[in-house]
């Protein structure tokens, strides 16, 4: 871009002002929304009326004009300090408007577009170099949300015009990336995308044909599943045609995988070339609370440590989990892996130790012809791959501590190891401290956590008949947040509208059949809350099944009772201890498991 003592318009970002290599803010919010407007249109003259609904819109105020007028005396003052003759003016007024004098290049968002628009031609005819090219010139101009801090009509159209061609550029980065064969690069760009647009298809839809290019299909399974659940949840839809065709290919291809000759490992495992993945999940939609327990996880992070997370099914640990992997992870430059271990899903068994190590040192550079062939092999390359660096790895849905415990004898090096599964308490572990993981358990939300969870969105204190009935919900879901969010999502269909208090009410009707909850809150699918209530049920020995089906029907709590079945049910989180010798089944356990078979 042009610069020098000629003023330059920044509107990637906060709309700002750089002369002479400072960079100045322009002022009030309105003041820069002309500006905006002006800059937009540099070099033409936009009238007076067109501004005033550019900026204020159809119902602009008398005082509007007044307004304005003040508003470029001011821009004035900051796009020429010192005062400016009229051969040298920027900003020009005359009965027919006001104009930016200025060359075209002197605005970012000018120069970005050309870029963007150039970059796609460029892939076009198949020049993916070029692409690529002018896309690093043009993310060098990208500064964040455009227009920031500014609204009004044209702030609002361009700020999303804006965004959506830097999406679209962005994509046409990831396959450009793919087509020069780049195909790991192509993931770690596709993946921020997904993150920042999860509901987008066929991002989605790109990011698993990378990842399959990188013979990570365990995770692009994984990818294609979390968009089922995110289009089921927030908008009440299933994927189109080409997800489907998509994962077809996919699980063709992992089955040939898995049906593979076992390769033979080398003689010394040498540690493989070093990368920084960066293969975490977008957050949770509607995360709530967990304030405490982010502090736990906090205090538990020291480099080279390992955490459990634990708690019952649906109580919301890799909502959790990611939450906090995001937080962390600008702390572990190295990279940030996750990897589902497939503990939740009904018809897949869970993922071998074997498995799990394979799909970490994929991620970590290892070809999939060097992978070592033994378990042992295995986890001393990845010891060797982690030592002295800082790696988060999130082991996710974990079924048994059976599962990790091969896992868990890796050294973290100077990274974290976050584990999340159903562990019982206290389990067949090393206790807490520097010889052991550290444990961090989950209970169900709070009431107050709860209702906001399901009145999402709305500033200020809530009326007091609408929290009445997002409370009575909430008690009906046991604040289990895997129930909240399936209620959620039968409220609304409209992720941007909360649920009123008639919806919330007729909810609470419904669920008001202990035996029928389920039933309402079921989404027909294969790995649903019933099934995984189930499971863990299935789990129990019949002594503390017979224990807990006493409970249910004895309105939930006795006193006195001890024993090996009372301890096993306080261990997998369907019971706990009160004072006065009481047992009692949790919130989730009491308005749930009615309607569950074991």
């Known amino acids: ?341 497939g503990g939740h899903l009904p018809d897949r068994p869970p993922a071998t130790a074997s498995d799990v190590f394979d799909r970490l040192l994929r991620h970590l550079g290892v070809p999939r012809d060097e992978l070592p062939a033994g378990v042992g092999d295995k986890a001393r390359v990845l010891d060797a791959a982690l030592s002295g660096r800082r790696v988060f790895v999130l082991l996710d849905n974990a079924s048994s501590p059976a599962q990790v415990r091969e896992l868990l004898g890796v050294r973290a090096g100077a990274g974290l190891v976050l584990v999340t599964g159903p562990f019982p308490e206290p389990g067949p572990f090393p206790e807490p401290g520097p010889g052991g993981p550290h444990r961090v358990h989950l209970r169900e939300l709070d009431e107050e956590d709860s209702v906001a969870l399901l009145t999402g969105g709305r500033g200020g204190p809530l009326d007091v008949r609408l929290r009445a009935a997002a409370a009575e919900v909430a008690r009906s879901c046991g604040y289990l947040p895997a129930a909240l969010r399936l209620a959620l999502a039968h409220l609304t269909r409209d992720a941007d509208r909360p649920p009123g208090e008639a919806e919330l009410r007729d909810l609470a009707e419904d669920l008001a059949d202990e035996a029928r909850r389920l039933d309402v809150l079921s989404f027909d699918e294969p790995a649903g809350l019933r099934e995984r209530l189930a499971r863990v049920l299935s789990g129990l020995s019949d002594d503390a099944a017979t224990l807990l089906r006493l409970l249910l029907e004895g309105g939930g709590r006795v006193v006195g009772e001890g024993g090996a079945a009372a301890d096993e049910l306080v261990a997998f989180s369907l019971a706990h201890r009160g004072g006065g010798d009481v047992l009692a089944v949790t919130a989730p356990v009491r308005a749930l498991c009615a309607g569950v078979s074991r």
């Open 1 to 341: 871009m042009s610069g020098g003592s000629t003023p330059v318009i920044l509107l990637l970002g906060a709309v700002r002002v750089a002369r002479d290599g400072e960079v100045v803010a322009v002022g009030r919010p309105r003041q820069r929304a002309v500006l905006a407007v002006l800059a937009a249109r540099v070099g033409r003259t936009v009238s007076s009326d067109e501004l005033i609904r550019s900026v204020w819109g159809p119902d602009a105020p008398r005082s509007a004009l007044g307004n304005l007028h003040t508003y470029v005396s001011a821009l004035r003052k900051v796009l020429e300090p010192g005062g400016a003759a009229d051969a040298s003016a920027v900003l020009l007024g005359d009965q027919r408007g006001y104009r930016l004098r200025l060359p075209e290049d002197n605005v970012d968002a000018v120069v970005f577009e050309r870029l963007v628009t150039r970059a796609r031609e460029a892939e076009g005819r198949g020049d993916a170099e070029g692409c690529l090219a002018d896309l690093r010139r043009a993310a060098g101009l990208w500064g964040g949300t455009p227009l920031a801090g500014v609204s009004g009509p044209h702030a609002d159209v361009e700020r999303d015009r804006l965004t959506a061609s830097w999406t679209a550029a962005r994509r046409a980065g990831v396959r450009a990336l793919v087509a020069r064969g780049r195909d790991r690069e192509a993931v770690v760009e596709c993946t921020a995308l997904v993150r920042e647009n999860p509901l987008d298809e066929g991002l989605v839809e790109l990011l698993c044909q990378a990842l399959h290019a990188c013979g990570l299909i365990a995770e692009a399974l994984e990818e294609l599943a979390a968009l089922r659940r995110r289009l089921r949840e927030e908008l009440g839809v299933a994927p189109g045609p080409a997800i489907g065709e998509l994962q077809r290919v996919l699980l063709c291809a992992d089955g040939a995988d898995a049906g593979a000759a076992e390769p033979t490992a080398p003689p010394a495992p040498v540690p493989p070339a070093r990368r920084s993945p960066a293969h975490l999940p977008h957050r949770d939609w509607g995360f709530t609370g967990r304030r405490a327990e982010l502090a736990r996880l906090r205090a538990a992070a020291s480099p080279g440590a390992t955490i459990l997370l634990t708690g019952l099914t649906g109580v919301g640990k890799s909502a959790l989990a990611l939450e906090f992997a995001h937080e962390v992870a600008p702390r572990h430059p190295d990279g940030q892996i996750r990897v589902d271990l």
